[in-house]
């Protein structure tokens, strides 16, 4: 190390095994979606972008996978059956995961939806059909991309 250095030895060691490691490599993104063909959509729309997505077609798919799996972020649809978006959500809040980042989405919404949606602390509530580079947005957002 040199007087005109700003890092020492070990420092500069550290910032290059930092620089040298996968940019996000664990991201992961679930979407959670009841509806096949949006489903795969979307997991195509991810994909295209190098951003790593696993999906469920129902909460009970989505909370196993979120048990199993290490998740970054969830997109789910508002109207699924047996339980709806908000279920899912207040599930999750609940959960040792309660500071997952969700973004929300439906083709049918009522001003209430969004305000509890909104009270369950998502990131975003988005109207179908999705502004695919909003989404890409958010999501990179989110994932620190």
Same mark, same amino acid.
């Given at each position: 190390?040199?007087e005109?250095?700003?890092?020492?030895? *070990?420092?500069?060691? *550290?910032?290059?095994?930092?620089?040298?490691? !996968?940019?996000?490599?664990?991201s992961?993104? +679930?979407? &959670?979606?009841?509806? !096949? &063909?949006?489903?795969?959509?979307? =997991?195509? %729309?991810?994909?295209?972008?190098?951003?790593?997505? +696993?999906?469920?077609?129902?909460?009970?798919? =989505? /909370? =196993? %996978? +979120?048990?199993?799996? !290490?998740?970054? %972020?969830?997109?789910?649809?508002?109207?699924?059956? !047996?339980?709806?978006? /908000?279920?899912?959500?207040?599930?999750?809040?609940?959960?040792?995961? =309660?500071? /997952? @980042?969700?973004?929300?989405?439906?083709?049918? *919404?009522? &001003?209430?939806?969004?305000?509890? *949606?909104m009270?369950?602390?998502? &990131?975003?509530?988005? +109207?179908? @059909?999705?502004?695919t580079?909003?989404?890409?947005?958010?999501?990179?957002?989110?994932?620190?991309?």
């Amino acid at each position: 190390m040199t007087e005109h250095d700003i890092l020492t030895d *070990a420092e500069r060691e *550290a910032l290059k095994e930092v620089m040298s490691s !996968p940019v996000s490599a664990s991201s992961c993104v +679930l979407i &959670v979606e009841d509806d !096949p &063909v949006a489903r795969e959509l979307l =997991a195509e %729309l991810l994909e295209l972008n190098a951003i790593e997505c +696993l999906t469920a077609s129902n909460e009970e798919q =989505a /909370l =196993a %996978l +979120l048990a199993s799996k !290490p998740i970054n %972020l969830m997109i789910t649809d508002l109207r699924m059956l !047996p339980h709806d978006g /908000l279920h899912l959500i207040r599930k999750v809040r609940d959960s040792d995961q =309660a500071t /997952l @980042p969700i973004i929300i989405m439906s083709g049918d *919404a009522s &001003v209430r939806d969004a305000i509890d *949606a909104m009270h369950l602390h998502v &990131v975003d509530f988005l +109207l179908k @059909p999705i502004d695919t580079a909003k989404l890409l947005k958010l999501i990179r957002q989110e994932l620190g991309m």
